[in-house]
């Protein structure tokens, strides 16, 4: 259940480093192409919404929704390492 896997992470994630706690995180939904997962999308995606997250539904096997994943996660990681760079 997406639910309590993210408040597992979030656990994780504040004992680990509060530094972490303020770093973006996305929900990513992935074997979107089998049929019981794509059944969950729209679940999923609203749980996302909930609780502020963006939300990316992905198949790493087909490649669908990955690159705008990747996309995105480029343009944070791109865009943290010029806040970096400039102070």
Same mark, same amino acid.
């Given at each position: 259940d997406p639910d309590d896997d993210v408040d597992a992470i979030e656990a994780e994630i504040a004992r680990h480093s509060e530094e972490l706690r303020s770093v973006e995180r996305v929900l990513v939904l992935n074997r979107i #192409?089998? #049929? @019981? /997962?794509? !059944?969950?999308q729209e679940r999923v995606r609203e749980f996302a919404e909930s609780q502020g997250l963006l939300f @990316? $539904?992905? &198949? !790493? $096997? &087909?490649g669908e929704g990955v690159r705008q994943l990747v996309n995105?996660?480029?343009?944070? /990681?791109s865009a943290h390492r010029q806040r970096d760079e400039h102070g």
């Open positions: #192409d089998l #049929d @019981f /997962v794509t !059944a969950e @990316f $539904a992905i &198949s !790493a $096997a &087909s995105h996660l480029g343009q944070k /990681v």
